[in-house]
C-alpha cells in the first residue's frame, strides 16, 4: 500500500518563484493536512482539510494556499517563495479528525535561495 | 494555541539504561499521541491516550495519560540503539486540529 505520498522530494526554489508541493492518499481517508518542521523543533500546522472542497487555516497559514477537490489529494501551493519558508513540509492524513492516527508522508525538503 | 512542553529536549544514554519523557500543558485535552520520527522521514503513530490515567504498553515502552489530562509521560526500559529518534507528542482538543510538542531527541550509544 502506497499510504501518504509527496513529491517531489527536495526543492531549490528562487525567491519570489511559486511552486505547488504535492500530497495523495490511497486510504480514503477524509481528514489531511499539512505540517511544516524547522530544524530542531515539531511540527507546525499549516493548513487542513475535513473533506473534498473544505480547507480551513492552521497556525502558520500566512504564504501558503490549499484545495481539495478530491479526497485523495491536497496540494499546497507556495505563491512568493521567501527564506522563512524553508523548511521540510509533511502531508498527513487520518479517517477522521480525533484520536484516529495520523499517516504521514515521507516530507518535501524545500530550500528558498 | 495550546502551549505543549516536551521535556527534555535532548537524551543521551547508554544502552540498557531506563528513562523517561515528558509531555506537559496547563490545558485539559480531549486524546494524546505519542510518535516517533528517524532522520529523513515522517513521523509514526506509537499510542494515542484518551482517558485520564490510562496506562498502555507497547513492549518496552510504556506510555502514562495523566488523571487530569494535562500531561503524559512516555518511560523506556533497557534503551536499544534502535529507539534512537525523534519523539514527537501531540494533542487534540475535539477541534479537527493536532498539535504537536517540540519532540524530545532521543540518542542510545551502543
Known amino acids: 500500500n502506497a499510504g501518504v505520498t509527496q513529491t517531489p522530494k527536495f526543492r531549490i526554489l528562487k525567491i519570489g518563484q511559486s511552486m505547488t508541493l504535492q500530497c495523495a492518499q490511497d486510504?480514503?481517508?477524509?481528514?489531511m493536512y499539512w505540517y511544516r518542521q524547522d530544524p530542531g523543533m515539531g511540527l507546525k500546522l499549516i493548513y487542513y482539510s475535513v473533506g473534498a472542497g473544505i480547507t480551513d487555516k492552521g497556525e502558520v497559514p500566512n504564504g501558503y494556499n490549499v484545495s481539495r477537490s478530491t479526497t485523495e489529494d491536497f496540494p499546497l501551493r507556495l505563491e512568493l517563495a521567501a527564506p522563512s519558508q524553508t523548511s521540510v513540509y509533511f502531508c498527513?492524513?487520518?479517517?477522521?479528525?480525533?484520536?484516529?492516527?495520523?499517516?504521514f508522508g515521507d516530507g518535501t525538503r524545500l530550500s528558498i535561495l | 494555541t495550546q502551549l505543549l512542553e516536551q521535556s527534555p529536549q535532548f537524551l543521551s544514554i547508554q544502552e540498557g539504561e531506563n528513562l523517561t519523557v515528558y509531555c506537559n500543558s496547563s490545558?485539559?485535552?480531549?486524546?494524546l499521541q505519542w510518535y516517533r520520527q528517524e532522520p529523513g522521514e515522517g513521523p509514526v503513530l506509537l499510542v494515542t491516550v484518551v482517558t485520564g490515567g490510562e496506562v498502555k504498553k507497547l513492549k518496552r515502552l510504556t506510555f502514562q495519560f495523566g488523571d487530569a489530562r494535562k500531561d503524559s509521560s512516555l518511560h523506556i526500559t533497557a534503551a536499544q540503539p534502535g529507539d534512537t529518534g525523534l519523539y514527537l507528542c501531540?494533542?487534540?482538543?475535539?477541534?479537527?486540529?493536532?498539535?504537536f510538542g517540540k519532540g524530545t531527541r532521543l540518542h542510545i550509544l551502543p
Open positions: 501531540a494533542v487534540s482538543n475535539r477541534d479537527d486540529k493536532i498539535i
Open positions: 498527513a492524513s487520518s479517517p477522521t479528525g480525533e484520536v484516529q492516527p495520523q499517516h
Open positions: 490545558s485539559v485535552f480531549s486524546s
Open positions: 486510504m480514503n481517508h477524509n481528514y
